[in-house]
């Protein structure tokens, strides 16, 4: 049987795991997002629906 110390320290280590774990995804997502921003076409967009014609400049 462990000692309560030893069964502490693993919680802890855990702990830290996942604080990492939480930090790495939030860096991949924005990562990511930034990415499909800077990439985006630029130009314009020309939309017609029921309302009519949009014309926006991206």
Same mark, same amino acid.
């Given at each position: 049987?462990?000692?309560?110390?030893? *069964?502490?320290?693993?919680? +802890?280590?855990?702990?830290?795991? #996942?604080? !990492?774990?939480?930090?790495?995804?939030? /860096?991949?997502?924005?990562?990511?997002?930034? *990415?499909?921003?800077?990439? +985006?076409?630029?130009?314009?967009? #020309?939309? !017609?629906?029921?309302?009519?014609?949009? /014309?926006?400049?991206?």
């Amino acid at each position: 049987m462990p000692a309560a110390g030893s *069964y502490l320290w693993l919680m +802890k280590q855990n702990n830290l795991y #996942l604080i !990492i774990g939480l930090l790495a995804a939030a /860096v991949i997502a924005l990562g990511i997002y930034v *990415y499909r921003q800077e990439t +985006k076409p630029k130009g314009v967009e #020309l939309r !017609i629906d029921e309302t009519g014609i949009s /014309v926006q400049e991206k």
